[in-house]
């Protein structure tokens, strides 16, 4: 295996989680200001994940047409 396709398949993944968990906290802290939990956290941990993956598939297809 290619340290670029190491190196390429960890950003990927750390992009990924990352991006849940912002999206996670930020959910959090808009519930606790409202004091609506878990309906936002719920909400945005969602939101996260569809963010993620469209980053996700974004960056691997980009990075799929340059190896082309």
């Given at each position: 295996?290619?340290k670029?396709?190491?190196?390429?398949?960890?950003?990927l993944?750390?992009?990924?989680?990352?991006?849940?968990?912002?999206?996670?906290?930020?959910?959090?802290?808009?519930?606790?200001?409202?004091?609506?939990?878990?309906?936002?956290?719920?909400?945005?941990?969602?939101?996260?994940?569809?963010?993620a993956?469209?980053?996700?598939?974004?960056?691997?297809?980009?990075?799929?047409?340059?190896?082309?």
């Amino acid at each position: 295996m290619k340290k670029e396709y190491l190196i390429t398949s960890t950003q990927l993944g750390l992009q990924f989680a990352l991006t849940i968990c912002l999206f996670g906290a930020a959910g959090y802290f808009v519930d606790k200001k409202f004091a609506f939990y878990p309906i936002f956290t719920i909400f945005f941990l969602f939101l996260g994940f569809a963010a993620a993956l469209y980053l996700v598939i974004k960056e691997a297809d980009k990075k799929g047409k340059k190896n082309d």
